[in-house]
């Protein structure tokens, strides 16, 4: 199992960015998961999604600005951030841990793979 994540870069507050995270080597369903880690802070869950189908999670900080939606066909879930915040600067990972569920939890100890990370800059 492989995961690749891309799409980071630096933005001007108020911008946006998609994130994406190609899955390769499942043969089951699985949940995708995209965590931050900041300099200096913990590693934050920040949104997941179960490829099967069902319902996305999002943590209270983007809520509203952020959303993960999911591409079989190519394998892929991307996280479209909007109305980015100085605060959302961190290095993103995605995740995957392999269920078939309608619901997930951001929760990093859930998750068997992580892929690379890519950094997200949003500058004042």
């Known amino acids: 199992v492989q995961l690749q994540a891309s799409g980071g870069g630096l933005v001007q507050a108020g911008g946006s960015l998609r994130l994406a995270c190609v899955a390769s080597?499942?043969?089951?369903?699985?949940?995708i998961g995209w965590f931050r880690q900041a300099p200096g802070k913990e590693r934050e869950g920040v949104s997941c999604?179960?490829?099967?189908?069902?319902?996305?999670y999002y943590a209270d900080s983007v809520k509203g600005r952020f959303t993960i939606s999911n591409n079989n066909a190519k394998n892929t879930v991307y996280l479209e951030m909007n109305n980015l915040k100085p605060e959302d600067t961190a290095v993103y990972y995605c995740?995957?841990?392999?269920?078939?569920?309608?619901?997930?939890?951001?929760?990093?100890?859930?998750?068997?793979?992580w892929g690379q990370g890519t950094q997200v800059t949003v500058s004042s």
């Open positions: 080597g499942f043969t089951f369903e699985y949940v």
């Open positions: 999604i179960p490829t099967s189908g069902g319902s996305a």
């Open positions: 995740a995957a841990v392999g269920a078939l569920t309608t619901f997930c939890s951001a929760e990093a100890g859930l998750y068997d793979y």
